[in-house]
C-alpha cells in the first residue's frame, strides 16, 4: 500500500473515522485512498472554515477527534479561526495537510508557503512527514496528541511523496494519558473555601457542567449555599429542566462585575478564572474583587467528575439533594414583535427533548441562558475563541456526530456570514439542523462596543462598518443557493409555526428572524 | 488626537485612501477615527478574504496599496489564503490588525493568539507597534514596505490601547526605492542569446506584459524570431486588439513540456523559470529542456521598461513592427449548447472597450486566452498563488480601483464558493462587475489531477469529495441573497443574450453558465 493508504487505515483503526475534507491536487491519493478503506466517513465542505468547525463541534459531541484533509498552507489558513476556537474549547482535532512534493519545494512553485508557520499559531502539535514509510507512525503521534484531555490540535503535514511511495501499514496509537487526579489538599482547601461562611462561588467549566460532575455541584451549592457560575461561553453544557442550572458571568464587563461583586471565595473546577473578553479603557481585567480568594480545584486535564464527588463528600453534601434544578416551563407562547425575550420564550417552549443548541446568537442572544432553564434537557454549546463564523460549522459537526438528536442552532447574521457554505454540507449530509437566524441586519455587538470603547458616538461613516444592510441580506435565498429550504418570520406567532414545522421533519431548515 | 486617528491621517497623508475591513471590538477606535479623517474610503467586507483579496486587485489595477483592516489573530487568518495571492503576485497591501490591548495580554482572554505568528508565513514585514506615540511612524514604515517594486505585505499590529492613547500627529513615509536598473552586461547577455540563432523563447511576466515593455518585446521577436512566452497566471497583462500577443504557458505538465520541447535559449524579463504547478509522479517539476541555457535579463524589482528597450536596442529592433499584434476577431456569434470555445468566443465578441478581466476560471477556462486576442484590448488578471477564493474579491478590489472600466469576472463555481460574501460588498458599493459563474458543479480540475497523480479512476467515495452537486447550488438564489441581481444561461445564445444586458448597464449583475 501507499503513504495515503497507510494513512486513511491509521485512522480508521484508531477509530478516527470520520474526516472532514476540502482537498486540493496534493491531496488526491488520500482522496483515492477512501475507495479502497472501508470505515471511513468523508463529509465535504466548500471552505474550509466548514471543515474545521465541523471538527469542533464534532468533538463535542463524539468525545473523540475527528481528522480534516486540507490543502496546503492557504487550505490551512482558510481553517484558522475555526481552529483557534477548538484549540480555546479543548476540542481534539487531527488536520492532514497536503505539502508539495519534497523534491518540488525548492522551485517555489505558486502554492509553496511556510505551512508549519501557518499551523504552529492554532495548534499544540505540528510535524511534516519526511517519508511516505513514516507517515503511519506520525499520523498516530498525531491522534495520540489529539486525544488528550482536554483535546488537542495536532496538524499532520502530509508532502505528496510521502502519500504515493510505499509504505508499510498503518500504525496504533498509544493511549492518551488519563485524567490526572486532584489532591486530597486541593479538595481540602476548597473546602475550607466554601465552608468559609464567606460569600463564594463554585465556578464551573468544561466537562464539570455535565453529568455527575453537574449533579455534585449542585449538592455542595446546596450544602454550602455557594453560588454556581460558568465563564459566559462553555464548551458544552447541560441544561433544561432536570438539570442543575449554573449562571453565566455575563459578558459585558459592567454586569460581570456586578455578578462578582462582594464575593470573597471563588472556587474553579474546569473553567478560567474570570476576565474580560477585551479590556477597555478605565475598566479592569481581572473581574473578581480585590479581596477575593481564588482556589483552583481542578484544571480542564483533571478528573473533574471526581474533583467535585470528593468536594461534595468533603462538605457533607453526598446526600444532599442538589440545588437550582431547572423546572420545565409550562407558559403560553408569546406572541407579537421578535423580541429577544420572546424568541427565547418560543424556544424554550418548542425545544426538543435532547436537543443539541449551538449558540452563536452574540448580541441578540446575551440572555437567552435564563430561559432555557425552562426548556426540554438538552446540550448548550458556546463559542469558546471569539473567532465568529463557527455557529453553522460546529452545528454540521454535532449533527454528524448525533445524528439522532436535532441540533438547533442559533446563529447571527453577521456571525453566519463568514461560514455560510456549511449550509451546503447540511444539505448534501441531511443533517437534522434548524438554523434560526437572527437578522438584526447589523455587527450589533460593535455599536456597544464603540460605547464601551470610548470611542464615542458613531456618525455615518463608522455606522457604515457596523451595519449590514445596504443591502439586506436574504436569508432565505441563500439558503435556497445551498439547497437548504427555509422562511422568514416576522412575529413571534410565525417563528413558532416555522419552527414547529422544522422540528416536525428531519434535515436542515433555516427560519430568517427579521429583527 | 489619539493613536489610531494618528494611523489613518498617516494612512491618507502618504496617499493610501482606501481601506477594505472587517473590523471587531479592538478595532473600534480605528473606525470611529474615520469620522474625523476626511480623504480615506471605507469598504466593508463580510469577510476576511473577502478584504484581502480586493486589496490584491485594488493594487493591482490602482498601482499603489490599500491598506486593510482585521480583527485579531483569527480574523488575519481568515485573510490569509488572499494575502498568500497577493504575496506572490507582487501586490503591496497594507494590514492593520487589532490587538487586545497590552496589559490585557497575560489574561489569555478567548482572543489571544500569537498574532506575529500567524502574520508572518504571508507577510514580508510584521510589526506590533509598542505604543500610541510610535503607532504614526510604524505605519509610515509598513506603507514604505508595502510600496516597493514589486509591492510587499506589511502587517502592522495595533493594540487597543496604542489606538486609544494619545499620539502626537501622523508621519511620513519614506519614498519607495526607485526599480533598480538593468546592467548592460545583463543586457548583452541576453541579446547574444535571442541573436544566438537556436530556438529561443522571451518570456516575460510582471510588469513586461504592458505597455511600452510589451511593445518593446514585439519589436525584439520580430526581429530576433524568439517566441514571446509568459507564465500560465499573470498578475496583470495587457491583452486583445492592437497588443503584442503573449501565449501563456499551458498549466498541464505534458502540454508545458511541449511547448517548450527544442527551446535551446530562454531569456527571462520579470517571469519566474518555468516549473511545474504541482510534482506529479514521474514527472519533471523543470519544464524546460535539459539544454535550454536560461538568462535572467530582468527580475519583477527591476526596471523592465527599461530592460525591454534597451534589449531591443542592442538587438536593433527598436524601429522594428512588433509581432504578433492581435486583430479585433469579427466571427459571428456561437450558438449552441455551452462549451468552453464557445463562451470564450462570445465574451471575446462582447467584451467592452478596457475591460478588466478577472480570471478564476479554473479549468473551464484554462484555453480561454488565444480567443481572448480577438477581442477589444483589455487587462487580463489571473490567481497568482493558487489558493483559489481570489476572484470575486479581486473583482471587487479592481473595480474600486477603476471604476470607470467594466470589470468581468470569469469565475469557477467551486472557487467562488470559497468568498461568495464579495457579492455583497459589489452590491454595497453598487460596483460596476460582471460575474460569469462556470458552474460544472465539481472540483472538475481535481478529476484530472487525481489521474494525473497516477491514483487511478476515481471510486464513488473519492468522486464524492470532487464533486460539487447533491444538491447543485443555484447562483441567482446565492447572488439575489447577497443583493444582486443575476440570471442563468443554458445556451451560448442566452449566454450573450445576458451578457448583452449585464454589460449595458452599470451595476454587479451575475451569469450563471449551467455547463
Known amino acids: 500500500m501507499n503513504g495515503a493508504e497507510s494513512l486513511v487505515r491509521t485512522l480508521v483503526v484508531n477509530g ?7 482537498p486540493g491536487t496534493s491531496e488526491m491519493h488520500f482522496v ?3 475507495d479502497k478503506v472501508a470505515g471511513m466517513r468523508c463529509v465535504l465542505g466548500l471552505f474550509e472554515g466548514v471543515v474545521t468547525g465541523a471538527a469542533d463541534g464534532y468533538y463535542r459531541m463524539a468525545g473523540k477527534p475527528a481528522a480534516t484533509l486540507l490543502h496546503l498552507g492557504p487550505g490551512l489558513g ?3 479561526a475555526n481552529l483557534h476556537d477548538a484549540k480555546k474549547a479543548g476540542s481534539g482535532i487531527v488536520n492532514i495537510v497536503g505539502e508539495h512534493a519534497t523534491y518540488h519545494l525548492k522551485h517555489d512553485a505558486p502554492l509553496t508557503a511556510d505551512i508549519e508557520g501557518v499551523a504552529r499559531p ?7 512527514s519526511a517519508n511516505s514509510r513514516a507517515l503511519a507512525a506520525d499520523c498516530a503521534r498525531a491522534i495520540h496528541e489529539a486525544r488528550q484531555a ?10 505528496a511523496d510521502t502519500a504515493w511511495n510505499d509504505a508499510d501499514g498503518p500504525a496504533e496509537a498509544e493511549p492518551p494519558a488519563a485524567p490526572r487526579t486532584v489532591s486530597g489538599d486541593a479538595i481540602d482547601a476548597a473546602a475550607r473555601a466554601l465552608a468559609s461562611g464567606e460569600p463564594s462561588i463554585l465556578m464551573l467549566g468544561g466537562a464539570a457542567l455535565r453529568g455527575k460532575a453537574l449533579e455534585h455541584a449542585g449538592r455542595i451549592s446546596a450544602k454550602t449555599g455557594c453560588r454556581l457560575l460558568s465563564e459566559f461561553n462553555n ?8 438539570r442543575v442550572r449554573v449562571d ?3 459578558y459585558p464587563v459592567d454586569g460581570a462585575l456586578a455578578t462578582l461583586a462582594g464575593t470573597r471565595r471563588l472556587v474553579i473546577a474546569g473553567a478560567k478564572a474570570p476576565v474580560s473578553f477585551f479590556a477597555y479603557p478605565g475598566k479592569p481585567s481581572v473581574l473578581t474583587p480585590e479581596d477575593c480568594a481564588i482556589t483552583s480545584l481542578a484544571g480542564t486535564a483533571d478528573d473533574l467528575e471526581h474533583a467535585l464527588e470528593a468536594l461534595a463528600s468533603a462538605v457533607g453534601a453526598t446526600r444532599t439533594p442538589p440545588a437550582h434544578v431547572g423546572e420545565r416551563a409550562r407558559a403560553a407562547l408569546p406572541e407579537g414583535d421578535l423580541t429577544a425575550d420572546g424568541i427565547a ?6 425545544l426538543p427533548e435532547n436537543a443539541i443548541v449551538i449558540d452563536e446568537s452574540v448580541s441578540t442572544g446575551r440572555n437567552f441562558g435564563p430561559y432555557f432553564t425552562g426548556a426540554a434537557p438538552h446540550d448548550w454549546l458556546n463559542i469558546m475563541g471569539g473567532s465568529i463564523g463557527w455557529g453553522l460549522p460546529a452545528a454540521t459537526g454535532a449533527a454528524i456526530a448525533a445524528p439522532e438528536r436535532k441540533v438547533v442552532a442559533l446563529e447571527g447574521d453577521g456571525s453566519g456570514m463568514y461560514t455560510l457554505q456549511a449550509l451546503w454540507t447540511m444539505a448534501r449530509e441531511n443533517l437534522d439542523v434548524t438554523v434560526v437566524l437572527l437578522a438584526n441586519r447589523a455587527y450589533q455587538i460593535l455599536r456597544g462596543e464603540l460605547r464601551n470603547m470610548g470611542a464615542g458616538a458613531p456618525g455615518q461613516r463608522a455606522t457604515d462598518m457596523l451595519t449590514l444592510d445596504r443591502p439586506n441580506l436574504d436569508w432565505v435565498s441563500l439558503a435556497h443557493g445551498h439547497g437548504v429550504e427555509g422562511s422568514r418570520a416576522v412575529s413571534l406567532g410565525a417563528f413558532a409555526g416555522a419552527l414547529r414545522a422544522a422540528f416536525s421533519r428531519r434535515g436542515p431548515y433555516l427560519i430568517e428572524l427579521a429583527l
Chains 1, 2 share one sequence.
Open 235 to 242: 464548551a458544552r453544557a447541560e441544561a433544561g429542566a432536570g
Open 78 to 80: 482558510n481553517g484558522l
Open 16 to 22: 478516527v473515522d470520520v474526516c472532514f475534507t476540502n
Open 345 to 350: 420564550a418560543v424556544l424554550t417552549a418548542l
Open 122 to 128: 492554532m495548534s499544540h502539535w505540528v510535524r511534516t
Open 32 to 34: 483515492a485512498a477512501l
Open 248 to 250: 453565566r458571568l455575563p
Open 150 to 159: 482536554p483535546g488537542r490540535i495536532a496538524t499532520l503535514i502530509a508532502p
